[in-house]
Antibody
Framework: QVQLQESGPGLVNPSQTLSLTCTVSGGSISGGGYYWTWIRQHPGKGLEWIGYIFYSGTTFYNPSLKSRVTILVDTSKNQFSLKLTSVTAADTAVYYC?????????????WGQGTLVTVSS | SYVLTQSPSVSVAPGQTANITCGANDIGEYSVHWYQQKPGQAPVLVVHDDSDRPSGIPERFSGSNSGSTATLTISRVEAGDEADYFCQVWDGNTDHVVFGGGTKLTVL
C-alpha cells in the first residue's frame, strides 16, 4: 500500500520561500498512472488544492497561487516537492501531499499525514 | 470558478441518520467525492464517484447526487463518526480541483 510522507521546515520567515518534499513509498512515481498533489488547510479551515504533477513533469496549479508555486518531481528519489515563494502569514497551514489516479474524475485516495508550516519571524 | 457550498454544521443523535449536503449549479453532472477528517488527522476518502465506497468504509456511508445537490448519508450514526466532512469535484472546464468548505458533524 502506498504511503506518502511530507517533510520540511515547520517555520518559514515572511517573504521567504516555503519548501516541502513528499516521499512516496510502496509505489513508484515513475510508473505513471497518478497525479501527485499538494493540498493545504489553513488552521480551522477547509481544504485548498495547490497543484499537482505527473511523473513526466507536467503540472497544473491553482490559479490563485500559480504565480508563486512550483511543483517538481524527482523520480530517482521517488519524491515530489513544493516551493511557494514570497510567503506571508496567510500561507500558514497544514500542507498535505496526496495522489489521485490519472482519470478525469478520480478522487484523492492516499494522503500524507500533513505537516504544519508556520510563517512568522 | 466552480463553487461547492456546504452547511457549516450538522448535529444528530446516535443511531439516527445524518445527511450532509454539497450544493452547486448542475453538480449532478459531476462526480462528487466525500472525505472524512477527524481532528489532527489527514482526510480519508469515504465515498467516491457520487455513491461508491472504498474498501474498508462501512456500508453506513452512502452518497447520492442529482440536480444541484449531492448528499452524503451516514446511517446509524456513531460517536466515532464525529468529524468534518468535505465534498470535492474535478472541474473539467478548468482541469482544477474544487473542495467544499466542509461540514462539521456533531453527534449529540
Amino acid at each position: 500500500q502506498v504511503q506518502l510522507q511530507e517533510s520540511g521546515p515547520g517555520l518559514v520567515n515572511p517573504s521567504q520561500t516555503l519548501s516541502l518534499t513528499c516521499t512516496v513509498s510502496g509505489g513508484s512515481i515513475s510508473g505513471g498512472g497518478y497525479y501527485w498533489t499538494w493540498i493545504r488547510q489553513h488552521p480551522g479551515k477547509g481544504l485548498e488544492w495547490i497543484g499537482y504533477i505527473f511523473y513526466s513533469g507536467t503540472t497544473f496549479y491553482n490559479p490563485s497561487l500559480k504565480s508563486r508555486v512550483t511543483i517538481l518531481v524527482d523520480t530517482s528519489k521517488n519524491q515530489f516537492s513544493l516551493k511557494l515563494t514570497s510567503v506571508t502569514a496567510a500561507d500558514t497551514a497544514v500542507y498535505y501531499c496526496a495522489r489521485r489516479v490519472v482519470m478525469v474524475t478520480a478522487p484523492f485516495d492516499s494522503w500524507g499525514q500533513g505537516t504544519l508550516v508556520t510563517v512568522s519571524s | 470558478s466552480y463553487v461547492l457550498t456546504q452547511s457549516p454544521s450538522v448535529s444528530v443523535a446516535p443511531g439516527q441518520t445524518a445527511n450532509i449536503t454539497c450544493g452547486a449549479n448542475d453538480i449532478g453532472e459531476y462526480s462528487v467525492h466525500w472525505y472524512q477528517q477527524k481532528p489532527g488527522q489527514a482526510p480519508v476518502l469515504v465515498v467516491h464517484d457520487d455513491s461508491d465506497r472504498p474498501s474498508g468504509i462501512p456500508e453506513r456511508f452512502s452518497g447520492s447526487n442529482s440536480g444541484s445537490t449531492a448528499t452524503l448519508t451516514i446511517s446509524r450514526v456513531e460517536a466515532g463518526d464525529e468529524a468534518d466532512y468535505f465534498c470535492q469535484v474535478w472541474d473539467g472546464n478548468t482541469d482544477h480541483v474544487v473542495f467544499g468548505g466542509g461540514t462539521k458533524l456533531t453527534v449529540l
